[in-house]
């Protein structure tokens, strides 16, 4: 099976090239509906109105604004707005090579997979082969669907992948969180106790072990309602309360063996 | 401190702790609104019925699903709402895994999770299982339901707080199998290419630091507004760079490069 790219480049360092296309390594699973009018069930359609004078206006006639204080607006043209996206590269250069362990997941975003072109074949086995033996990935800019973006390139299975990335300011950092302090920190007895209870839920992890449950039963209920037959599903549990913690610690360990 | 968007608690074992989730990213972007181009006013959207041709308030709306067969099936805010879990304010932890076996291709939005309260009890069981995950160098994998929809989520501690990451389902990723990866025996690297290739990455290599890296893009789109504002003109290059050949010797093409990186590590020291 073709997989359908939506980019493609070179990856650069320091003087050696390596050609690539770029394919969506994730997909979006979830159930999605329309709008519709109550009284007739016909979709809604979106239009788009002027606000002052009330009457439907053609794509044509939009512009962007950016507003600058409140109801002024500075118009920028398309071209204006590409003209801040970098060059029209079709080069990731590069920049540095980091210890992939380094970099807390949270800086990523949207993960793609590199494939790799007839031409550049060598290349593409080399760059995965070096980063998976020196642990390493390679940190560079990417200029995609006009707007610049900081990635990470790193060796996934046979193949390489590509993260964008946040930016440090756009993470909210743990210093900025107020953390209240109990006036007695949990025990030493506590604290082991947990811990036994981490072990009696210690697993490896295995992805496939977790289904997407909701989307299952809404897809279960939809299916059902078509078919007339709702009072068929079963109910929805209940949650458990709340407790005495050490009680509570103890009633988990004791209820697992 | 951030706005919190979901209160609830914790629950591991029996054991349960009151908590609220932040979010743990801030939005920098510039947001741009679309304006009618003749009055510079905001064009605002309007929901019109396709079959009658007029406006429909948003009471008058619901949302249908279009089943395979074609067919619609009306789903009001009643049906989502018989079908939410009632546990819906508890994120269950179901396991605790080592953190660097699950791939950051799982891992979609962080956020921050914070005592739901000053009180004793709150704080004691959240400082408990903090403490407790980073001894043991876990995290923990549950599930909660946020704006009607389930989530997987990831729980760990970070700098000294509990972070919680929603993350992908198993069918929402890819498998890299069919991504051409040239693992033909004519593509495999020789040992000294491989070396070679070793040797540049390490003279290339540098600490991670994300403050290192500022968002070129941003700051430029800003100096776009600026200029535009001041009633400059903008520029615009619209010549694209032209993309490398791929290079016919690889291994002339490693030694120039490591060659040039020794030349420019050299006068640093």
């Keep these: 099976m073709a997989l359908r790219s939506i980019w493609n480049g070179t990856v650069a360092f320091a003087g050696v090239f390596v050609t690539i296309k770029v394919h969506s390594a994730t997909e979006d699973q979830a159930v999605h509906f329309h709008e519709v009018h109550v009284d007739d069930g016909a979709r809604i359609e979106h239009k788009r109105f002027c606000s002052k004078e009330d009457k439907e206006v053609p794509y044509k006639e939009i512009v962007k604004g950016y507003e600058v204080s409140e109801g002024t607006y500075v118009l920028l043209e398309d071209d204006e707005l590409k003209a801040a996206a970098g060059q029209g590269s079709r080069v990731i250069e590069v920049e540095q090579f980091v210890c992939a362990a380094d970099i807390d997941p949270v800086m990523f975003v949207k993960t793609y997979f590199l494939g790799s072109q007839d031409d550049g074949k060598g290349a593409y086995r080399l760059l995965h082969d070096a980063l998976e033996k020196t642990g390493r990935a390679a940190i560079g800019r990417w200029v995609f669907h006009n707007r610049e973006y900081l990635v990470a390139v790193r060796p996934y299975e046979d193949a390489l992948a590509l993260h964008t990335m946040r930016f440090s300011d756009e993470l909210v950092a743990a210093d900025d969180l107020d953390i209240p302090t109990p006036s007695r920190n949990p025990s030493d007895r506590e604290l082991k106790m947990a811990g036994q209870l981490v072990e009696t839920l210690e697993a490896t992890f295995d992805p496939t072990a977790f289904e997407d449950t909701y989307r299952e039963r809404l897809l279960e209920y939809i299916e059902a309602k078509a078919k007339g037959k709702l009072d068929k599903l079963p109910r929805p549990t209940d949650a458990q309360d709340p407790g005495d913690l050490l009680a509570a610690l103890e009633a988990s360990i004791s209820g697992k063996d | 401190m ?48 396709s079959e009658e041709g007029k406006q429909v308030p948003w009471e008058a709306i619901t949302r249908s699903y279009e089943r395979d067969d074609g067919e619609s099936v009306i789903v009001t805010d009643e049906d989502l709402e018989a079908i939410e879990p009632r546990k819906t304010k508890t994120i269950e932890i179901e396991q605790f895994v080592d953190l660097a076996d699950v791939d950051p291709i799982y891992f979609d939005h962080p956020y ?28 923990a994998l549950g599930r909660f339901v946020m704006r009607a929809k389930e989530h ?64 070129e893009y941003r700051k430029r789109l800003k100096k776009v507004v600026d200029r535009k504002r001041k009633g400059k003109t903008i520029e615009i290059d619209d010549s694209d760079a032209k993309p490398p050949e791929p290079v016919p010797d690889l291994m002339a093409a490693l030694q120039a490069a490591l060659e040039d990186a020794k030349k420019r590590k050299a006068p640093a020291r």
């Design chain 2, 2 to 49: 951030p706005r919190s968007l979901w209160t609830g608690s914790l629950s591991f074992g029996l054991v349960n702790v009151p908590v609220r989730l932040m979010s743990a990213t801030r939005d920098l972007d510039l947001h741009f609104r679309q304006l009618h181009e003749s009055d510079k006013v905001p064009v605002e959207t309007q929901r019109w019925c």
């Design chain 2, 112 to 139: 921050w999770l914070v005592p739901a309260g000053d009180d004793e009890g709150a704080t004691r069981a959240y400082r408990l299982l903090l403490g407790v995950m980073e001894q043991t160098d876990r995290a």
């Design chain 2, 152 to 215: 997987l989520a990831i729980v760990r501690a970070r700098d000294g707080a509990l972070s919680l990451t929603t993350m992908r389902f198993h069918d929402e990723v890819r498998s890299a199998k069919g991504v051409p990866s040239a693992t033909g025996k004519t593509a495999k690297p020789s040992r000294k290419e491989l070396d070679g290739a070793v040797a540049l990455i390490e003279a290339l290599g540098a600490d991670w630091k994300p403050e290192a890296y500022e968002d």
